[in-house]
């Protein structure tokens, strides 16, 4: 990556300083005696475990949250930031880890949801496509949201903050979802943006990220100030140390013993769900008991359609495309898929891996049936030992089983979908971003878990952006482009720069026919 900026002059006046914030909630105080300064022109991350605080301090500045102590200064006056409309205009843009996007609505129209009404919505179409050219950030603002894969989202949330031309600019996990060329592309719009006096708040599980991109670094550990870095000066595992208190464990990747066929996928066509869609052509591979198979992408590219066809969201598979175990599930519904050995993690945590206003008991019955006893009675005792297990496991930071899901930050929800899945002992795990806006403790733990199921015999496909992390779990490597899957390559042999190429597309053809016969 490239190296970061020299750290800019340091200005009479910050653009933003918090003095002595504080933050309680009733099972956790979320942050205790937070100080922070950030200068115009600066690029100041914050790092800190999944419920170290740093999302719920981000919403106190941009007025989501309102602070039970403290001081807000904007530019030298002390303020008080009653809510986001203030935040906006004062100069305050934010985009959210979850994602606050209409899903009938087009880009378009939600871009526009947060403008100056009285704005044409053929001005506003004019901006996205000018904005999203400007900073290579590919967006289409005729496209219904609910057509779009994450990455295209995350894209959504970014350009919509940059239209507002912020003073101040807050990205809470901007590059969990974006390819490695998004992200540089990203890094250059923010370097630009800084150098036109904007202030930055960067919030990264990606270590490397932080120490490429910026110059001043708050870590938060369980809701304080556990340091103040220049990052560019620090190691990956110095950072980890103020972070978690500890560098992560080392993965153990022994060699795979693949055993029989689990999923074998042969001629899946399928013609695109909607008119912005992505139709799958000719997809075929194998995956074998004891063995993971990395699925390698840029977003939009089909991964959304094949992940559909698998889990039994989508049930027009072609008769006999899809089969496990030997059985044609091309039909089957999704029950009937967990009932053979299938469990699968969306890569949308809220609203799919999860129902934001349900507890986390009750969100385990939404693939588990344990609890379930006879004529559909609840054991209400059984479901919430359930919860509480996965939440001890795991290390969920979470206020018990009773907590709402919406109530967990992404990287703790993260953890306990993918381990309500593995605990459910299955013998296929379909996994869609596994590591997604998780900080590298909890994606260690993760793909360690993914490992250790692999070598007790399931099949495991992880469909990922993370190239880093596919090849770090993966036996076997696919991509996915425009619909098409490439063959698969031992992950031993293949190499980052041919796996980047045929993320374009470009793979070779003879090999691309025989790939459905691998």
């Known amino acids: ?131 999203s050219r400007d900073y290579r950030l590919e967006v289409d603002p005729l496209r219904p949201v609910h057509t779009l894969s994450v990455g295209e989202r995350q894209r959504v949330e970014i350009v919509r903050a940059l239209m507002t031309q912020p003073q101040l600019l807050i990205l809470d996990e901007p590059t969990s979802v974006l390819t490695p060329q998004a992200v540089q592309s990203l890094f250059l719009t923010l370097r630009t943006l800084a150098q036109q006096g904007c202030a930055i708040l960067y919030i990264s599980h990606k270590l490397d990220e932080i120490r490429a991109l910026c110059q001043h670094c708050t870590v938060l550990r369980g809701g304080r100030v556990a340091g103040e870095v220049n990052p560019a000066e620090e190691t990956n595992a110095s950072l980890s140390r103020l972070m978690i208190g500890a560098e992560p464990p080392a993965l153990t990747h022994r060699p795979a013993q693949p055993g029989a066929v689990v999923l074998q996928v042969q001629g899946l066509s399928l013609p695109a769900s909607g008119p912005f869609g992505r139709p799958l052509q000719d997809i075929g591979f194998e995956v074998r008991a004891g063995e993971i198979v990395g699925i390698a992408g840029v977003s939009g ?122 605990d459910a002992g299955p013998k296929l795990l379909i996994v869609s971003q596994p590591t997604w806006g998780v900080d590298v403790g909890a994606a260690a733990q993760i793909r360690q878990a993914m490992l250790r199921l692999r070598d007790e015999g399931c099949a495991l496909l992880v469909v990922s952006e993370e190239l880093d992390e596919l090849f770090e779990i993966s036996d076997r490597l696919l991509v996915m482009a425009q619909g098409r899957l490439s063959p698969s390559v031992p992950v031993a042999q293949a190499e980052v720069e041919t796996i980047g190429l045929w993320m374009s597309g470009l793979w070779p053809a003879e090999e691309g026919a025989h790939a459905a016969e691998a």
């Open 301 to 422: 590219n089909g991964q959304q359609a094949l992940m559909a066809a698998l889990s039994g969201e989508d049930t027009r598979a072609p008769a006999g495309s899809v089969r496990l175990f030997g059985t044609d599930i091309a039909a089957a519904s999704p029950r009937q898929r967990r009932r053979l050995g299938l469990q699968f993690v969306p890569e949308e945590r809220l609203g799919r891996g999860a129902v934001p206003t349900l507890s986390l008991a009750e969100n385990t019955l939404l693939t588990r049936t344990e609890a379930i006893g006879p004529g559909g009675w609840l054991r209400s005792g059984a479901v919430r030992a359930m919860a509480a297990a996965l939440i001890g496991r795991y290390n969920v930071k979470a206020g018990g089983p009773g907590a709402a899901a919406k109530s967990l930050s992404g990287g703790n929800l993260q953890k306990f979908i993918v381990g309500r899945e593995i």
């Open 1 to 131: 990556m490239t190296p970061a900026a020299p750290d800019p002059q340091p200005h009479p006046v910050p653009r933003l300083e918090l003095v002595g914030i504080s933050k309680q909630y009733p099972a956790v105080r979320a942050n205790d005696q937070v100080s922070l300064r950030v200068a115009p022109g600066q690029i100041h991350a914050v790092l800190g475990e999944n419920g170290a605080g740093k999302s719920t301090l981000m919403k106190i500045i941009y007025g989501a949250v309102q602070p039970d102590e403290g001081e807000i200064h904007w530019n030298g006056q002390r303020v008080r930031i009653a809510n986001p409309q203030q935040a906006r205009a004062l100069g305050i843009a934010m985009v959210f880890q979850h994602f606050s996007l209409f899903d009938t609505l087009t880009v378009a129209e939600n871009v526009w949801l947060g403008l100056d009404q009285a704005q044409p919505l053929a001005e506003v179409v004019a901006q996205v496509q000018r904005v």
